[in-house]
T-cell receptor, first 113, second 112 residues
Framework: NAGVTQTPKFRILKIGQSMTLQCTQD?????MYWYRQDPGMGLKLIYY???????DKGEVPNGYNVSRSTTEDFPLRLELAAPSQTSVYFC????????????FGEGSWLTVV | QQQVKQSPQSLIVQKGGISIINCAYE??????FPWYQQFPGKGPALLIA?????SEKKEGRFTISFNKSAKQFSLHIMDSQPGDSATYFC???????????FGKGTHLIIQP
């Protein structure tokens, strides 16, 4: 059982480049999330989606974009990468809102130089 | 504004001892309080969770204590083992908000 799958695992970007972090889940979950994790700062919500075609901003959305064309996929787009976006990114999913287990992928390590 | 405050930032416990991690929240609309465990290079995984209608929940060696009036909850790991060495995050959700609000994490080391 795959759960939440993220690619790539590691990536180095140059300042100003763009890239997409891919995320797919096979649990037929309605809710999907993108978090970033910085050392000593916990996880902060970037964007989330409550279903196909619906996305909304989290706590730290600037510099990112998302789309949700299918239930399974929730890619995160970084436009014009900046050093402040160096972080570990986690995609996650849950069956519905709050009070349900949120399942995380294994993370994508991104360095912007 | 940090809505969930976690302490300590790091903790060293001897094997067989009790590990205690504390969290405090501000939003009284929160109604779900999970703890996540994260090993290096992996994503967080749900360890145990509690709702505010109970004051304690126990699963094996892991116990959550919840104090609604004080807006605090804590994780107790009994008979701590080296395999418990990880980063632990408390979190909260509810009140119409989507997703989880996380504490900053506690790096736990169990010395053999």
């Amino acid at each position: 059982n795959a759960g939440v799958t993220q690619t790539p695992k590691f990536r180095i970007l140059k300042i100003g480049q763009s890239m997409t972090l891919q995320c797919t889940q096979d649990m037929n979950h309605n809710y999907m999330y993108w978090y970033r994790q910085d050392p000593g700062m916990g996880l902060k919500l970037i964007y989330y989606s409550v279903g196909a075609g619906i996305t909304d901003k989290g706590e730290v959305p600037n510099g990112y974009n998302v789309s949700r064309s299918t239930t399974e996929d929730f890619p995160l787009r970084l436009e014009l990468a900046a050093p402040s976006q160096t972080s570990v990114y986690f995609c996650a999913s849950s069956r519905d809102r709050g009070g349900n287990t949120i399942y995380f992928g294994e993370g994508s390590w991104l360095t912007v130089v | 504004q940090q809505q969930v405050k976690q302490s300590p930032q790091s903790l060293i416990v001897q094997k067989g001892g009790i590990s205690i991690i504390n969290c405090a929240y501000e939003n009284t609309a929160f109604d779900y309080f999970p703890w996540y465990q994260q090993f290096p290079g992996k994503g967080p995984a749900l360890l145990i969770a509690i709702r505010p209608d109970v004051s304690e929940k126990k699963e094996g060696r892991f116990t959550i204590s919840f104090n609604k009036s004080a807006k605090q909850f804590s994780l107790h790991i009994m008979d701590s083992q080296p395999g418990d060495s990880a980063t632990y995050f408390c979190a909260a959700s509810g009140g119409g908000a989507d997703g989880l609000t996380f504490g900053k994490g506690t790096h736990l080391i169990i010395q053999p």
